[in-house]
């Protein structure tokens, strides 16, 4: 399966160009300078659907129902289809932009509420953050219903220390009397929070800032790692992540996967035994770098 | 108790889950931990499927699913 971080020009469907459009048609789509979101000297080009080359991949994930396609509309200009339906993000859809000088790739994964069930949506979003190995995970959870939303960021934690929480639909929050303190869930969470409202364009700003900084960090905090409190499974967790790291040196988070084969995960099972697992380790696929 | 068995009008407390692979993944997934705290909101007509609430969304699962899941009621 091939990640969304391959080096390869697979461009998404072209849009109807202009007769006279020359090679450079994938640059920033003109009118931009006068974006609203460009006022703070921030800088965002939206790209669109045909992204070109990119510097850094960005993977939205998130709970149903959060406002991913929102925040990927406001990144990108594109107008993905928000509604409120089950799989309404079949697969994954894909866009650009660029901010601060860099291009970004990002790819809108389905909703979902967690990376270890097995349906069709939570896959795709499960292999998209494992494999695809995403330079950024913005993971958009709901701030009216947070408790229900921290269980999949906790879970992306464990796999990638490359997350920003996007903390969105804030002003619903406050219409409900609920304010959430983001700096405090920061120092819990150990990523950056960014409190949005995301249909309003509150905070995208804020949220493209934290998105550059984490692509450009060279140490981003290591995935989590959960202690059992029961000491059986401890060590059959340590016993059986010791020898996937033997097997595939490496793998970051090889607790994680001892974890998902002590359960039976199908998805990770096979990818042990078909090797796919070891791409973990391997450096991303060299990735076209603009200019 | 289980949480078929529980009461319209009370409020329990999950104390665990009777029920092991995928199944007891996805009541997980949905929320259902010990601990947490779950009412039932809204029952068909034969109780099978109920709705529950917990963690401020409704849930709903048929009868065979809610008796694995164990409650403690809440005093009121």
Same mark, same amino acid.
């Given at each position: ?5 391959g080096?390869?020009e !697979? =461009?998404?469907?072209?849009?109807p160009r202009?007769?006279? !459009?020359?090679?450079?048609s994938? !640059? ?7 974006c609203? %979101?460009?006022?703070g ?5 939206? %790209?669109g %659907?045909?992204p070109g080359?990119?510097?850094h991949?960005v993977? =939205?994930?998130?709970n149903?129902?959060t406002g991913k396609?929102?925040v $990927?509309?406001?990144?990108t ?10 799989g309404?993000t ?6 650009g932009f660029t901010?601060?000088?860099?291009r970004?790739?990002i ?8 990376l270890?069930?097995t349906?069709? !949506?939570?896959d795709?979003a499960r292999?998209?953050?494992l494999f695809?190995r995403?330079d950024v995970?913005?993971?958009v ?8 939303n921290?269980?999949?960021v906790?879970?992306?934690r464990?796999i990638?220390?490359?997350v920003?929480?996007?903390?969105n639909l804030v ?9 959430v303190d983001?700096r ?6 150990g990523v ?6 995301a249909r309003?364009?509150?905070?995208i700003?804020?949220l ?8 450009g960090?060279?140490d981003?905090p290591a995935?989590?790692r959960?202690?059992?409190?029961d000491p059986?499974l401890?060590e059959?967790?340590?016993?059986l992540?010791?020898r996937?790291?033997?097997? $595939?040196?490496?793998v970051?988070?090889a ?5 998902? %084969?002590l359960?039976?995960d ?7 035994r078909?090797?796919t697992l070891?791409e973990?380790?391997?450096?991303a696929?060299p990735?076209e770098?603009?200019? | 108790?289980?949480?078929?068995e529980?009461?319209r009008?009370?409020?329990? #407390? ?15 997934d949905l929320?259902?931990?010990p601990g947490?705290s779950?009412s039932a ?12 609430e917990v963690?401020g969304?409704?849930? #709903? ?5 809610a ?6 009621l809440?005093?009121r």
């Open positions: 399966m091939g990640g969304p971080g080096g390869t !697979d =461009l998404p469907t072209p849009r202009p007769a006279q !459009d020359t090679h450079d994938h !640059d920033a789509a003109p009118g931009c300078a006068s609203a %979101l460009s006022s000297g921030a800088r965002l080009a939206r %790209l %659907l045909a080359r990119h510097d991949v993977a =939205l994930a998130g149903p129902n396609s929102t $990927f509309n406001a990144l200009g594109l107008r993905q289809h928000v509604g409120n339906w089950s309404k079949v697969a994954r859809a894909e866009g901010y601060g000088g860099a970004y790739r790819v809108d994964l389905p909703g979902t509420y967690s270890l069930s349906s069709a !949506d939570e795709v292999d998209a953050l695809g995403p995970v913005v993971v959870v709901d701030a009216t219903r947070l408790e229900r921290l269980p999949l906790l879970q992306i464990q990638t220390g490359r920003v929480v996007a903390l002003d619903e929050a406050r219409r409900h009397g609920l304010t983001a405090h869930l920061t120092r819990e969470l950056p929070v960014v409190p949005m409202a309003r364009n509150e905070g700003p804020e493209l800032a934290a998105i550059a900084q984490v692509a960090t060279r981003a995935p989590l959960l202690v059992h409190k059986a401890e059959a967790v340590a016993d992540a010791g996937v790291a033997g097997q $595939f040196p490496g970051p988070n607790r994680w996967v001892a974890l998902r %084969l359960e039976g199908p998805g990770i099972e096979a990818a042990v078909d090797g070891g973990l380790a391997t450096p696929a990735v770098r603009a200019g | 108790m289980t949480l078929d529980m009461p009008d009370r409020r329990g #407390v999950v104390t665990a889950l009777d029920t092991r692979g995928a199944e007891r993944r996805r009541l997980m929320g259902l931990l947490v779950i909101e809204l029952r068909s007509p034969l109780g099978d499927p109920t709705a529950y963690r969304t409704l849930v #709903v699962l048929r009868g065979h699913q008796r694995t899941v164990h409650v403690e809440e005093d």
